[in-house]
């Protein structure tokens, strides 16, 4: 029993590292990346979107807020506000989100899988997916992001972009629980 304890606290504090930094990425690359920017000036203000491992509360919420991303530090996904734009993106399993991060299988081979469950309008999971996508081209090196990204088109100086989304990510803070009440 103390070893399936120890095991499930593990595997936690792997995925929160991993979902923290998916969303330092995202937050550092909205603000550099100009595709990125014109993405995310077409969502609503408020809008938000959920990384989520299923009957675990395990996950990383960002919102939309002026022309960037930011991450909403919760304990409890239930206390963060409904918004008519959320979009919530459900992994069956821990297993399957290690899958998918690791494996290098793009989001959409992964939902088409149904290892990945989306809930919310389908028009903004498609905007965020791409949102993610353009990420993940600066996260990993050329060969993990081809495969990742469908139509992979590395962005103008790409290694300079990326050293740079790498800094932003060391100092950029999410928005706490106090800013939400």
């Known amino acids: 029993m103390l070893l399936h304890h120890s095991n499930r606290t593990l595997i936690t504090f792997y995925s929160r590292i991993l979902f923290g930094f998916l969303g330092k990425a995202m937050q550092a690359a909205c603000k550099i990346d100009k595709r990125l920017l014109h993405e ?41 506000p409904t918004v008519t734009s959320n979009v919530v993106f459900r992994f069956n399993s821990f297993n399957d989100f290690l899958y ?14 149904g290892r990945i469950h989306t809930e919310g309008p389908a028009a903004l999971a498609c905007r965020y997916i791409r949102i993610v996508n353009a990420t993940i081209i600066y996260l990993f090196c050329k060969r993990v992001a081809q495969r990742k990204v469908r139509r992979y088109e590395p962005p103008p100086r790409l290694y300079l972009r990326r050293c740079s989304i790498l800094a932003r990510m060391l100092f950029q803070r999410g928005r706490t629980d106090n800013v939400l009440q």
């Open 40 to 80: 995310i000036n077409e969502l609503p203000e408020g809008s938000l979107m959920s990384f989520r491992i299923e009957n675990e509360l395990i996950g990383i919420t960002m919102q939309k807020h002026g022309n960037s991303f930011e991450k909403i530090v919760k304990k409890d996904s239930k206390a963060i």
């Open 100 to 113: 998918v991060w690791h494996n290098g299988r793009s989001m959409q081979q992964a939902i088409s899988e």
